[in-house]
């Protein structure tokens, strides 16, 4: 199952929202040119890349609220993975990146404004399971650009430079 890059988005001076770009340049410690006001809660080697799927994106846009493209702060937007395709542990190749998904992206209130009524809630795993946006480690850097695939890793599959 492949899916693919919709949206790239950092934001130099931290917090959200995360402005659209054409590819990221990811490290270890994260997204090159992007920064975390927060470091307690965002951020650090498991919480390097944060994704938003698009389906949970129109989900909430259906449902009335607010949210565009990196509104609440994640810095790559999927689409076409499947429904519940991710949980922690799961490996993606996002063009020559490989990410672990680490966990779930707790919301905050620094993202209501992408929510009716500032509630920003809607987009938390523990309320609907899944409708989150999730963490990720980086297992091998490099450049996500527009438009690339993304896949599932399977544990033994050769990913990366050799």
């Not at 090159?32 to 927060?38: R, V």
């Not at 009524?117 to 963490?135: A, C, N, P």
Request: aromatic letters at 2%; glycine letters at 14%.
């Amino acid at each position: 199952m492949t899916g693919a890059v919709i949206g790239l988005h950092v934001n130099p001076n931290g917090g959200v929202p995360k402005h659209p770009v054409d590819s990221i340049q990811i490290a270890q410690s994260g997204c090159i040119g992007d920064k975390q006001n927060d470091l307690k809660h965002h951020g650090g080697p498991s919480r390097a890349v944060c994704i938003l799927e698009r389906r949970i994106m129109e989900r909430l846009q259906s449902d009335g609220h607010p949210i565009q493209p990196g509104s609440t702060g994640e810095n790559i937007l999927i689409d076409g993975l499947g429904i519940d395709v991710l949980s922690v542990g799961t490996h993606l190749a996002v063009g020559t990146v490989v990410l672990a998904i680490t966990g779930d992206a707790p919301p905050c209130k620094t993202i209501q404004r992408s929510f009716s009524e500032g509630s920003f809630k809607h987009l938390s795993h523990k309320r609907i399971e899944g409708q989150t946006r999730w963490y990720a480690r980086v297992i091998e850097p490099g450049t996500v650009h527009l438009g690339d695939e993304v896949r599932l890793v399977s544990g033994d599959e050769q990913v990366g430079n050799p």
